[in-house]
T-cell receptor, first 114, second 111 residues
Framework: KAGVTQTPRYLIKTRGQQVTLSCSPISGHRSVSWYQQTPGQGLQFLFEYFSETQRNKGNFPGRFSGRQFSNSRSEMNVSTLELGDSALYLC?????????????FGPGTRLLVL | GQNIDQPTEMTATEGAIVQINCTYQTSGFNGLFWYQQHAGEAPTFLSYNVLDGLEEKGRFSSFLSRSKGYSYLLLKELQMKDSASYLCAVRPLSGYSTLTFGKGTMLLVSP
């Protein structure tokens, strides 16, 4: 089974621009979560989608948004980029049939904002 | 909410045993996870604890004490490839897939 894939893997943007990141979960997984990872803050939860609905949202400004499509693929968008948005953005999917179901992470998209 | 603390860095020698601690403050959770993350790579699942006690999986074991808000990951027979960041995470009571992570412990294994 193919793992979680994320595109693009690397991205360079300038302040004020907007960016869209894509995530394809493992086949059959309906839950997709997004995380931001920085050296200072570690892994921080952005939001989670299940069956095209946002079920949970972390403590990030409204510039961060996302959506999920009927095939479970997900995108996240960051508008009006700031230097502090430079980070590794990780997507994770899970089956969620059991509470102990783990999340499987993609390789991430490394975003650099100049 | 959840507050998760881990040591920032640890060093150990090849062949040794190392214990990475994780303390948390939470009103409740549906399980505690440990992930391994090599530099530049995605986190990969190591272990899951929901009840008190020890879970063993080859060279890796994880322990949980819910009453003490404490967990540890035990790595035996350390190998150079174990040099990585180890992340402790809890799943909230909502039952959804979201995980709240600690900042991770960078383990350096030397020859």
């Amino acid at each position: 089974k193919a793992g979680v894939t994320q595109t693009p893997r690397y991205l360079i943007k300038t302040r004020g621009q907007q960016v869209t990141l894509s995530c394809s979960p493992i086949s059959g997984h309906r839950s997709v979560s997004w995380y931001q990872q920085t050296p200072g803050q570690g892994l921080q939860f952005l939001f989670e989608y299940f069956s095209e609905t946002q079920r949970n949202k972390g403590n990030f400004p409204g510039r961060f948004s996302g959506r999920q499509f009927s095939n479970s693929r997900s995108e996240m968008n960051v508008s009006t980029l700031e230097l502090g948005d430079s980070a590794l953005y990780l997507c994770a999917s899970s089956l969620e049939r059991r509470v102990q179901e783990t999340q499987y992470f993609g390789p991430g998209t490394r975003l650099l904002v100049l | 909410g959840q507050n998760i603390d881990q040591p920032t860095e640890m060093t150990a020698t090849e062949g040794a045993i190392v214990q990475i601690n994780c303390t948390y403050q939470t009103s409740g959770f549906n399980g505690l996870f440990w992930y391994q993350q090599h530099a530049g790579e995605a986190p990969t699942f190591l272990s899951y604890n929901v009840l008190d006690g020890l879970e063993e999986k080859g060279r890796f074991s994880s322990f949980l004490s819910r009453s003490k808000g404490y967990s540890y990951l035990l790595l035996k027979e350390l190998q150079m490839k174990d040099s990585a960041s180890y992340l402790c995470a809890v799943r909230p009571l909502s039952g959804y897939s979201t995980l709240t992570f600690g900042k991770g412990t960078m383990l350096l294994v030397s020859p």
